[in-house]
């Protein structure tokens, strides 16, 4: 997967390259902190009859790109849906935005430093979803 997260000390900084960014049309996207409403971590279902592809690829090993899901624009980026971050936005180009992060503990760590006021929550239910 073509895709790094940078987090810097306002945003996080989403870099996408290689075929993710072909696909998606978008090499960064920009998320500042203030925009964050909520951060969730572990398991996103991806609902194959509710999901409208805008731009992107989906495999069963494979999910990135735009996406229109119950009315809400998403962007996805993953193959693990069990280990993944899960951003809830407002004011943003993206309603949610959903990707795998290896060290996704220490990520959220670092965005809650930044931006105490985001809520976090730890989602281990089956089928979960924003």
Not at 121 to 128: A, I, P, Q, S, T
């Amino acid at each position: 997967m073509s895709f790094q997260v940078v987090a810097g000390d306002r945003e996080l900084l989403l870099n996408i390259s290689g075929w993710t960014a072909a696909l998606t049309l978008r090499r960064e996207i920009k998320i500042p902190y203030t925009s964050i409403e909520e951060i969730r971590v572990g398991k996103f279902h991806f609902s194959w009859t509710a999901a409208i592809k805008r731009t992107g690829i989906t495999t069963f090993g494979y999910k990135a790109g735009i996406f229109m899901i119950e009315d809400e624009k998403y962007f996805l980026a993953y193959h693990n849906e069990n280990e993944v971050v899960m951003l809830k936005l407002k004011g943003c180009e993206f309603d949610h935005i959903v990707f795998e992060s290896r060290n996704y503990e220490q990520l959220v760590h670092e965005i809650m430093r930044d931006c105490p006021s985001i809520n976090l929550n730890e989602n281990e239910e089956e089928g979960d979803k924003i």
